[in-house]
């Protein structure tokens, strides 16, 4: 097989037999691999020498060619030409010039590099010493936590073991199965029906809420002929009731409405049928309240002659024998306006017209006798004679005929007066209350909150019948706070920058939020810890914690909130220099306030305002009412400045969003902020002071004033600079939440549409609501500061018609309270040792001046 191959391969090289053989020596494999590595190593070999020759060659040419110029620069005779010796000569300089600039460029980029080296070492040393000191502080961290939450639980405990939470009483549901109530002996007559012992109080427990069943009038025909106009209004005024039920097994009161036109005996007695048949009459009329709103003669005898069991009767007119006390109701005619406002209905209250130029009602016991007999005591008679002739010259003038009428009386007639006998006594009559404003707002009071309109009227049964039950009212409303981010969404934060502090000094603790306390005790009224406040007529009052106002019975008022106090009852420990400015004192040593901030499309200003907000003492949460339909942006990063912001979507724009009673505000104390207003912070901590002191009123910062226009009448809004004040703008003002549920439920609407209307004027009115209520202007304290913002856009009260509007204003909102209650007043509070040079621990305290 072999020599077969072998031929073939010859036959293929056919013609070369020589050559083929000496190829098959070749190929033979103890020969190949010598001759592979000679083929390679021989031209690498050869290639290697050939290189150094060129090489050697070069190095050699350029060794004589330089040898050749250096001679030819040292000799004299050589065949260069001077010109390009010396150009030569200066291409070498520069050369060496150069050479000598790059190594001092290479020295001072080493010594650079050196130098950034031990930098880097230096800031790397740092950073891990840094990072060290971190983990330290994070761990004494943890442990400060840890040490806190285990104090707080300490505290929660010791609570509890010495101030065990009190269950409120479970509410009671009716008893269809109950038997007929009598706690009257048969010897006892129903005119003799009194609380007590005709009112069943278990179906009204203290948690109760006071339910009322409305027996509907189209399906209830308790008596034929209701007025039209009586039984529209009282059945929508009662639709508006909040203590309304639809459901009767829960109610607590029943209301029936009775015709007014029944004069027969068979009226009569079907009236009494009706009565008795009514779906939870009970066979006795137990806890039912029959409503006969007569506006006819004939009301006064529609009930004598029924049986009306155990109900109480509410209407106009009662017998004497008929009526019976502190159980039945005397309630007025309905003359007035189904409801609503009615202030377009009233006269005004000023100007306060007198009928008399000059009135006096009053006698000087001595000088009695003389006036009788019409002679003048002798001289020297105690100065009596000198009284005499000015009584005297006094009857002349008011006999004297003139336009203007004259009231002067000399002797009390019997009367008699008050005060010193040797002194003149002023006659106890009538005629001597001149003080027609003050009766003209108390009637005007009277009218609007008891007997303006049906919905008043009825109100007022509702509210007099309750506090006989002793069930506290409802709770004020709260509005919604709808947040304008989707419940999955969740905003970016970013570190606030951290502005410098305005001042060296201790403002107060930086505490956790937490809400105003609330009074969970019980459901009594005690004495202390209330406020007593003056009303406008000089009687004094008391404000209990945790009740909403009551606009029905003035003169029991309620605050919502733990200790709205006025004039505070119980004193407070104070303190002095250090611990004054890290402690609140007071009645309520620790407390805390909520910013409620307006805003519309001013983002970059909002978030500026918010983040100087960062290390505010006693702050509890920022409230920023969004008052744009457009939403912010969700790329906007907010401020963390350690506290809730809640950012809440209004249903339209309107500046009236900045004082409604928003849920989310759970403090007494509100800051109402606008977004452009720059406030330091030991300004915002000291107004906060002033207003704990001041709790009843405005407390702020920019002052306004109101003035009388001599020439064309009407009243004129004023900013200028003024010694005096009537206003303080609530763009920088505190305020209790109380007046938030006032300013928006129980002021007149049209006040509220015409800052709508202007979009403008929500300050005036809310200096008005307050000084109406509580007769004393608003607070100023001392600021060091402007209320502008540069750089921010053009707001509202740039506006050519911004004034204009704020004179037609204060004019319409006098005509609706029928008077401007705007009092003036000189009073500002400062710092007691305000600009005085003391001890850092010295200060901080201050005092009204």
Not at 143 to 149: A, D, G, P, Q, T
Not at 641 to 665: G, H
Not at 788 to 793: A, E, L, M, V, Y
Request: contains cysteine.
């Amino acid at each position: 097989m072999r020599n077969l191959s072998y031929g073939r391969l010859n036959g293929r090289e056919r013609g070369n037999g020589n050559s083929g053989g000496f190829i098959m020596w070749l190929l033979r494999p103890s020969r190949l691999v010598p001759i592979i590595i000679i083929l390679t190593v021989v031209p690498l070999c050869t290639h290697y020498f050939l290189s150094k020759i060129e090489l050697l060659q070069a190095t050699s040419e350029a060794y004589h060619a330089e040898r050749r110029l250096l001679l030819d620069l040292h000799d004299p005779f050589g065949d260069l030409s001077e010109y390009k010796c010396e150009n030569l000569k200066g291409r070498i300089q520069e050369l060496l010039n150069i050479k000598t600039s790059v190594s001092n460029e290479l020295r001072d980029l080493e010594q650079r590099r050196l130098q950034l080296q031990e930098s880097i070492a230096a800031a790397t040393t740092r950073i891990d010493s840094l990072k060290q000191e971190e983990n330290h502080i994070k761990t004494e961290l943890e442990r400060l936590k840890s040490s806190v939450e285990q104090a707080i639980l300490a505290q929660k405990e010791l609570f509890e073991k010495n101030m065990p939470q009190i269950a409120a009483p479970k509410r009671i549901r009716a008893n269809h199965e109950d038997s007929i109530f009598n706690p009257l002996s048969p010897n006892h007559a129903i005119e003799m029906c009194r609380m007590h012992n005709c009112f069943d109080y278990s179906r009204c427990s203290v948690l109760s809420g006071f339910p009322i069943y409305f027996y509907d009038v189209d399906k209830y025909h308790t008596s034929a002929d209701i007025e039209i106009f009586v039984k529209t209004t009282v059945k929508q005024a009662l639709g508006y009731n909040p203590h309304i039920t639809n459901d009767p097994d829960e109610a607590c009161v029943f209301i029936a409405l009775i015709g007014e036109n029944l004069r027969s005996g068979y009226d009569k007695k079907i009236l009494e049928t009706n009565l008795h048949s009514l779906s939870h009459w009970n066979g006795d009329g137990r806890n039912h309240v029959l409503l006969n709103f007569g506006r006819t003669f004939y009301s006064r005898d529609i009930f004598t002659g029924v049986n009306t069991g155990h109900a109480l009767i509410v209407q106009s007119h009662f017998s004497f024998a008929q009526y019976r006390p502190n159980f039945d109701f005397i309630a007025p005619p309905l003359l007035g306006l189904p409801g609503g406002d009615v202030w377009h209905n009233l006269p005004p209250i000023i100007p306060a017209k007198r009928k008399y130029l000059l009135s006096f009602q009053g006698e000087l016991p001595p000088l009695r006798p003389y006036i009788d007999s019409g002679q003048l005591p002798l001289d020297g008679t105690d100065g009596l004679r000198d009284e005499a002739m000015l009584v005297d010259e006094l009857d002349k003038l008011q006999q004297t005929p003139t336009d203007d009428l004259f009231l002067l009386q000399f002797s009390c007639r019997g009367s008699g007066g008050y005060g010193d006998l040797s002194e003149w006594q002023i006659c106890d009559t009538e005629t001597t209350r001149t003080d027609i404003l003050a009766l003209r707002r108390q009637g005007r009071f009277v009218w609007e909150k008891y007997f303006g309109s049906t919905q008043a009227v009825l109100d007022s049964i509702m509210a007099v019948l309750r506090e006989r039950l002793s069930i506290p009212p409802m709770p004020a409303p709260q509005e919604p706070s709808p947040s304008v981010f989707n419940e999955s969404f969740e905003p970016l934060r970013t570190d606030a920058i951290i502005p410098d502090p305005d001042t060296d000094e201790n403002l107060g603790p930086i505490e956790p939020p937490f809400p105003s306390v609330s009074y969970s005790r019980n459901y009594s009224a005690p004495l202390y810890n209330g406020y007593e406040l003056w009303n406008e007529w000089g009687d004094p009052f008391r404000l209990y914690p945790n009740y909403p106002d009551d606009p029905i019975l003035p003169s029991e008022a309620k605050f919502s909130g733990s200790q709205l106090g006025f004039r505070p009852i119980n004193g407070g420990a104070g303190g002095s220099g250090k611990e004054f400015s890290e402690n609140l004192g007071g009645n309520s040593p620790r407390e805390q306030f909520t910013i409620v901030m307006l805003t519309y499309e001013r983002e970059q200003v909002l978030l500026n305002s918010l983040a100087r907000l960062y290390g505010l003492p006693y702050l509890n949460k920022v409230i920023v009412v969004w008052n744009s339909p457009r939403l912010p942006s969700e790329d906007i990063r907010w401020p963390d400045i350690k506290v809730p912001v809640q950012v809440i979507r209004a249903e339209r724009n309107s500046l009236n969003n900045r004082f409604l009673p928003y849920s989310e505000i759970e403090t007494e104390a509100v800051l109402s902020v606008d977004d452009d207003a720059h406030l330091r912070h030991d300004e915002i901590v000291f107004g906060f002071r002033v207003w704990r002191e001041e709790r009843d009123r405005v407390v702020g910062f920019p002052g306004r004033f109101h003035a009388w226009d001599l020439n064309f009448g009407g009243w004129l809004y004023n900013s200028n600079y003024s010694c005096e004040l009537s206003m303080v703008l609530t763009g920088a003002a505190f305020f209790h939440k109380y007046y938030s549920y006032v300013y928006s439920h129980v002021m007149p609407q049209a006040i509220r549409d015409k800052v709508d209307e202007y979009m403008n004027c929500e300050d005036i009115a809310m200096n008005f609501l307050v000084s109406h209520y509580t007769r004393r202007p608003p607070v100023k304290v001392t600021s060091r500061w402007t209320f502008r913002c540069p750089g921010c856009p053009v707001s509202l009260s740039e506006d050519d018609s911004h004034f204009t509007e704020r004179h037609k204003c204060i004019n319409f909102f006098t005509q609706v309270y029928g008077y401007n209650p705007l009092l003036n007043t000189q009073y500002r509070v400062d710092s007691v040792l305000f600009k005085t040079r003391l001890p850092h621990d010295k200060q901080k305290c201050f005092k009204f001046i």
